[in-house]
């Protein structure tokens, strides 16, 4: 019989009624500690303690509500900075509802997303100014409908929220305390965040303060930080599990939280920064042991990195760390003083953890969906499993149906997804479309998905659907079915299409020898001119061409487990 | 500027494999990811003194993409 793990207790974590708590508690708690900090162009820091924070979202919060939005709609949208924190905590603790855009989003995209959540003003950082104003522009002149526009400014270059930080400044100094009397009801939806929804149309996931409070709780008595623990946050802000692993749970332990705003920006954030700890998406892990595997083959020292690598794992296991003695360089990569990465958004190869573990840096794994707030499970600081993705949070309980999906039910699940009339949770509980099991020692697993969202290392979640929308929409593709590449490394990062040749509309017969040769090199133009209309992360970089339609079941639908992980005769596009 | 494209995208992926044309996928064909893109424009950066914005990044779908996008800039 195999010993069973024992159990830690969990760390003891107090509950938060509301996000604004979360800050009082800050303010009082950490006083004179520096939660967030930015670089200025001329690499100098700017930070902001947990008093100032506290203050000008108080002052920010009673602009909003004296100018009237409160219990209104507002969007917000900008890069990883002070002034998206700024924005986002004066209008949830304010009685407003949050609508965080991701920044990558097309005018058109956000003209769509405005109109549905039906919001009545868009937020943006001073770097999103020029999109946020075409993009309210164009939702006049699509649907009539004029909202205002509302400038987080910035804390580095120009000043926070111009027209509004210093007018609520002024009305707390005339002793205006509508801010501070107004009461936050912990269940009330106060954030939309869409998500890729199963139908190819992105769903609004409602999320009250009760959610997002449980979920730091649950999340905080798996995982321990400490008052000196630094974050640098890279991964979109918009997104829930950068909010919640990345700011809202770092805030409830006092942590100093540096801004990366762009990626070009990353190796310098490192170095000014210095993290601790990264939350972060398998894209950078791979990423990151990639660059340092590459320098040290080029400086001809591979044998006494793995040496070295050697003696410190081997020392770890008596509780000594050597090394920032022996893997100073490799580690200096991140700064010199990180001691821990929780990776989620994607699957992880479990290979790296060890490799991270021996530069002494414990790399942990979570799991989460935005409809539980997002995380549901995380491995331990010292009760880890490398293949699992961790405990379940205590705010959540999970179970695994007969066909091995898991559902969710507790204090951290959303109420619904916005205008939709039918309930997606069943008694509660929310089926979250992954499939996995739960081991003896209660780690969770992820064994597959019963949905068709394709979910890439860099965490970005697609659905196939939309691609293929845009690539049928080519005259010379009769048939397309996305999926996503190679399972590990670089490859995780790509889509590729399945494609069957409209041998018809291209004037050609199928039998024809040549035939497919001459659709080949339409559909390779044809892809690229469509990768074109999409996002990024949604572009195609390879294509396997079929002469068959592809199979499909009784009810007219193709059979896309077939061609999953059958990439024979890929091309790149 | 085509060969000091090629020079520099050479340079960092250092594969002798494969052959660097105008028509080749950034992505797809030099084998890099997103983020070692955003690294490999630093380098262009770098060679060419300027500052390329992370949006206009995810225009470079193939090399001649970036050619373009240099020339365009330099003139």
């Keep these: ?573 | 500027m085509f060969d000091r494209v090629k020079a520099i995208i050479g340079g960092y992926i250092q594969r002798d494999d494969l052959e660097i044309t105008l028509d080749t996928d950034v992505l797809g064909d030099l084998g890099i990811n997103s983020l070692e893109l955003v690294e490999l424009v630093c380098a262009f950066e770098m060679e060419f003194d300027m500052d390329i914005p992370e949006k206009d990044i995810r225009g470079f779908l193939t090399v001649n993409d970036i050619v373009c996008y240099l020339e365009a800039a330099a003139a």
């Excluded at chain 1, 309210?136 to 804390?155: C, F, P």
Aim: glycine content about 8%; aromatic content about 8%.
């Design chain 1, 1 to 573: 019989m195999l010993a069973r793990m024992r159990r830690e207790p969990l760390n003891d974590i107090e509950p938060i009624r509301d996000l604004r708590c979360l800050l009082e508690r800050g303010a009082r708690v950490f006083l004179g500690k520096t939660a967030f900090s930015e670089l200025t162009h001329a690499g100098e820091i700017v930070e902001v303690g947990y008093d100032q924070l506290h203050d000008d979202v108080r002052a920010m919060g009673t602009a909003l509500l004296e100018r009237g939005y409160r219990g209104k709609r507002i969007a917000l949208i900008g890069e990883n900075a002070y002034a998206w924190i700024l924005a986002y905590f004066s209008i949830v603790n304010s009685g407003i509802t949050v609508v965080p855009f991701d920044k990558e989003l097309s005018c058109d995209e956000l003209v769509e997303l405005m109109d549905r959540a039906d919001v009545d003003a868009l937020c943006h950082t001073a770097a999103h100014t020029a999109e946020a104003l075409a993009a309210v522009g164009a939702l006049h002149s699509q649907t009539g409908r004029a909202i205002e526009t509302i400038d987080a400014g910035s804390l580095t270059s120009g000043g926070l929220a111009p027209d509004f930080l210093p007018f609520g400044r002024d009305e707390l100094a005339r002793g205006n305390d509508c801010y501070d009397r107004l009461e936050i009801d912990p269940q009330a939806t106060c954030s939309i965040l869409f998500t890729s929804g199963t139908t190819g149309t992105s769903k609004g996931v409602l999320l009250s303060h009760g959610n997002l409070t449980a979920n730091i709780k649950g999340a905080c008595e798996l995982v321990l930080c400490g008052i000196e623990d630094v974050f640098v946050s890279v991964l979109p802000i918009h997104h829930a599990y950068e909010d919640m692993a990345g700011i809202l749970s770092p805030l409830y332990y006092g942590c100093a939280i540096g801004f990366c705003p762009s990626i070009k920006m990353l190796p310098k954030c490192l170095e000014v920064f210095r993290p601790t700890a990264l939350c972060l998406v398998p894209l950078y892990v791979e990423t990151f042991h990639d660059r340092i595997m590459r320098a040290v083959k080029q400086s001809g020292r591979e044998k006494q990195f793995a040496f070295a690598q050697g003696v410190c794992a081997f020392l770890q296991r008596f509780g000594l760390n050597v090394a920032d003695k022996l893997l100073a360089e490799p580690r200096a990569a991140f700064g010199g003083r990180l001691e821990l990465i929780i990776c989620g958004g994607a699957s992880l190869d479990p290979t790296y953890a060890p490799f991270y573990r021996s530069l002494g840096v414990n790399l942990i794994q979570g799991y989460g969906v935005s409809e539980c707030s997002p995380i549901v499970s995380v491995n331990r600081n010292n009760e880890y499993k490398d293949d699992s993705i961790g405990r379940i949070v205590s705010c959540a309980e999970v179970r695994i149906d007969d066909d091995g999906q898991i559902w969710v039910r507790g204090a951290s699940v959303m109420s619904g997804y916005l205008d939709e009339k039918d309930d997606v949770l069943v008694d509660g509980w929310f089926p979250t479309g992954d499939l996995g099991r739960v081991d003896e020692d209660g780690f969770l697993y992820i064994t597959g998905r019963c949905k068709d969202i394709i979910v890439l290392s860099n965490g970005k979640n697609i659905m196939p659907q939309e691609v293929e929308r845009c690539l049928v929409s080519c005259e010379s593709i009769a048939e397309a079915v996305v999926v996503a590449g190679a399972e590990t490394g670089n490859g995780s990062e790509h889509l590729v299409a399945h494609i069957v040749p409209d041998f018809e509309s291209l004037d050609l017969s199928a039998d024809e020898p040549e035939a497919l040769a001459v659709a080949e090199e339409r559909i390779r133009s044809e892809i690229k001119e469509s990768n074109r209309k999409l996002v990024y992360y949604k572009r195609v970089a390879a294509y396997v061409l079929h002469t068959k339609p592809f199979e499909k079941t009784t009810t007219r639908k193709v059979k896309r487990f077939l061609l999953v992980g059958n990439l024979e005769g890929m091309r790149y596009v």
